[in-house]
Nanobody, 125 residues
Framework: LMLAAGVWGGLVQAGGSLRLSCAAS????????IGWFRQAPGKEREGVSC????????YYLNSVKGRFTISSDNAKNTVYLQMNSLKPEDTAVYYC??????????????????WGKGTQVTVSS
């Protein structure tokens, strides 16, 4: 199972936008939901958003609702996270991961070997 996360840019001013991508390989894409997680310095890792491959259900962390949009291109086995109106507090290392379940209210935490490598997002004030 491999997940490759990337971002166009990575350093942006507050109010700006970035798009993260997560390309999946080595597993059946439809068997998993894909989640985005982030970890800021000195803070615990938190779930930001996820999307279910079975029914398209999505979850968003309250602090990103209305600003972030997750989408999936099943033909490309790729999940995107469009991040708009970015704030300095969005600064973190972002990770994508394959998870067993995602709904509008909760999601499963990824298994240890289901994480992709992180990608840095920095939002300057």
């Amino acid at each position: 199972l491999m997940l490759a996360a990337g971002v166009w840019g990575g350093l942006v001013q507050a109010g700006g936008s970035l798009r993260l991508s997560c390309a999946a390989s080595g597993f059946t894409f439809d068997d998993y939901a894909i989640g985005w997680f982030r970890q800021a310095p000195g803070k615990e890792r938190e779930g930001v958003s996820c999307i279910s491959s079975s029914d398209g259900s999505t979850y968003y962390l309250n602090s990103v609702k209305g600003r972030f949009t997750i989408s999936s291109d099943n033909a490309k086995n790729t999940v995107y996270l469009q991040m708009n109106s970015l704030k300095p507090e969005d600064t973190a290392v972002y990770y994508c991961a394959a998870i067993g379940f995602c709904s509008g209210s909760y999601f499963y935490w990824p298994l240890r070997d289901h994480w992709g490598k992180g990608t840095q997002v920095t939002v300057s004030s």
